[in-house]
């Protein structure tokens, strides 16, 4: 069965420090990879999205970026956190095109 | 730019009582998903409807899909304290990605 997990499940970071949150997908090959981000209570907003080792698209200006450098692997990254990334951070896959999202446990992030 | 709006955002209900939660937009979807979020975890398929029109039932859950692929509705009956969570609808257009609704949060209280 397939797996996803994402990691650390608690961050708090200082303003101006880095970031890496990783994600990793066991159980299938060649899946859709996605981060999302949701303020307290409310929808997801679509941050990153690949269908391929390599190939990101990003969907909002911001200051994250996000890395694949293995087919099971999504890394989303910051070289200097700002106050307004605090949030909570999903990772998802799908297999299908347009399919249903798995979703991983999620990681929260507070920058103070 | 949030294409698909949820409402209520709030609802607040005794057990036992139906409820109804909409999720509309002004763009034609060719899918469109629901998902439950729990506090401090990630969302979870509920149903994905595909056609303009349909109907799919999920024991005590009635979801249908609008005539033009437009706009969705989750219906539940007899609501049940299990059932409390973040509600979120989610459409697929022709690309790789969804694009979720703003969320109704449910309070079903015992």
């Known amino acids: 069965s397939q797996t996803i997990h994402q990691w650390p499940a608690t961050l708090v970071q200082p303003v101006g420090s880095p970031l890496s949150l990783e994600c990793t997908v066991e159980?299938?090959?060649?899946?859709?990879l996605y981060w999302y981000r949701q303020a307290a209570g409310r929808g997801l907003q679509l941050l990153f999205y690949?269908?391929?080792?390599?190939?990101i698209s990003s969907e909002v200006p911001q200051n994250l970026s996000a890395s694949r450098p293995q087919d099971r692997q999504f890394i989303l990254s910051s070289k200097k956190l700002l106050l307004s990334d605090s949030g909570f951070y999903l990772c998802a896959w799908s297999g299908l095109r347009t399919g249903e999202l798995f979703f991983g446990e999620g990681s929260r992030l507070t920058v103070l | 730019t949030q294409l698909l709006e949820q409402s209520p955002q709030f609802l607040s209900i005794q057990e036992g009582e139906n409820l109804t939660v909409y999720c509309n937009s002004s763009s034609v979807f060719s899918s469109l998903q629901w998902y439950r979020q729990e506090p401090g975890e990630g969302p979870v398929l509920l149903v994905t409807v595909v056609t303009g029109g349909e109907v799919k039932k999920l024991k005590r859950l009635t979801f249908q899909f609008g005539d033009a692929r437009k706009d969705s509705s989750l219906h539940i009956t007899a609501a049940q304290p299990g059932d409390t969570g973040l509600y979120l609808c989610?459409?697929?257009?022709?690309?790789?990605?969804?694009?979720f609704g703003t969320g109704t949060r449910l309070q079903v209280f015992p």
């Open positions: 159980g299938t090959s060649n899946p859709n």
């Open positions: 989610a459409g697929a257009k022709d690309t790789d990605k969804l694009i």
């Open positions: 690949s269908v391929g080792i390599g190939q």
